[in-house]
């Protein structure tokens, strides 16, 4: 439910009354009308000649003095064509390539299953990190990879089976964020579900209900949750474009040195479902991706990731069984021999400077952050 507010009415500025709900997309994603009506460009950030060397000389110097060689693995979801304030968290191509450019100047980038033998063998070079990316967008194909391949650097994809295809509709959580951003200006009232309010006044409103909504529809029930996304979509009455990878993108990614990972069928919750919901959600994920690219799937990302939260010592047990070699979770830190290969962790500098941006990674690799063994 809609609800119109007189307050937020009296709030706008005098080009925003009256617009309905053209309004939210605008402030979403464009300049008002009484703003410049282009903005420069965004510079893009640099590490210059002498951070690079510091940012490999203390890497190497971790190498020398750790007692065992560690692994970052840097994790990303969509890459984006320009900025967009309810996907935050998502770098834009800008941010994108420095962060690429500073790994391919700075750290040694290697194929994820190639780096886990490395690792094993004891032959791992210092500085290694890998490049991941889950779900399975299609920005990683038409945004990522180009990038990718002007720095010769290789990546793994996590892709959710279910959603490969132009037929196959977008996230559930897109689709939220999606109507978020298109509702008018009032307060969206879900009170009637349990769920609140949410308002939808500005954009940093919008910012916070879209992040409130998902967060609650993670551990829904699927058909709840399905519920609750049709409820809004029917409200926002907009189509989104599709985001999800097609079957041919996964296949050039796969010869364009971009190794396919499995992230489940349909990207539950596996605590959520019962242990034979939860392994046809494993295997028939490595099933499905197989049969589109012709080769063995060996590596697994487990959906959200949480130890403990959002998968357990049983999915743990289902992912061996289904003939994974390894598998990842959303934990902070880097991967050392001694941690159990399918509970790995796998995380993303948060850094917007792209010397503090290195100086995490190297912290990982310092501290080799233990995890389950």
Known sequence: MIVSSRTEEQNKGPA????????P?????????????????????????????????????????????????????????????????????????????LLAECFNVMPLYDALRALDA???????????????????????????????????????????????????????????????????????????????????????????????????????????????????GLKDDALMLTPAMLVALDSNNVEIGAHTVSHPILTSLDDESARFEITAGKTQLEHLIGKPVRLFAYPNGKVGKDFDARHVEMVRQAGFTAAFTTAVGAITGDQDRFQLPRSRPWDRIPFHFGLRLLSWMALSNRQPR
């Not at 605008?26 to 410049?36: E, I, K, V, Y």
């Not at 460009?41 to 210059?48: F, Y």
């Not at 020398?64 to 900025?83: G, I």
């Not at 996907?87 to 191509?93: A, G, K, R, T, V």
Request: with cysteine; aromatic share 6%.
């Open 122 to 236: 004891g032959k791992l070079p210092p500085r290694t990190v890998c490049i991941t990316f889950d779900d399975g967008y299609r920005s990683v194909h038409d945004l990522a990879l180009p990038i990718l391949r002007e720095f010769k650097l290789p990546a793994t994809v996590f892709v959710t089976s279910g959603y490969v295809g132009d037929d196959a509709g977008n996230m559930w959580n897109d689709r939220i964020i999606h109507v978020v951003q298109s509702l008018p200006a009032a307060l969206l009232d879900l009170s009637d579900l349990g769920l609140g309010c949410y308002s939808l006044s500005s954009v940093e409103a919008r910012r916070l209900s879209a992040a409130r909504l998902t967060e609650a529809g993670k551990y829904m029930p699927p058909a709840a949750r399905e519920a609750l996304v049709q409820r809004l979509e029917q409200m926002g």
């Open 16 to 23: 925003e009354q009256g617009r309905g709900a053209a309004a």
């Open 25 to 101: 997309l605008r402030a979403a994603h464009a300049p008002a009308s009484d703003a410049p009506a282009v903005r420069p460009p965004r510079q893009p950030r640099r590490l210059g000649r002498l951070g690079a060397a510091a940012l490999r000389t203390a890497g190497n110097a971790i190498a020398l003095l750790s007692s065992r060689r560690s692994l970052a693995v840097v994790n990303y979801h969509r890459v984006l064509a320009q900025p967009d304030p309810l996907l935050e968290s998502e770098p834009d191509l800008v941010a994108f390539r420095w962060q690429m450019a």
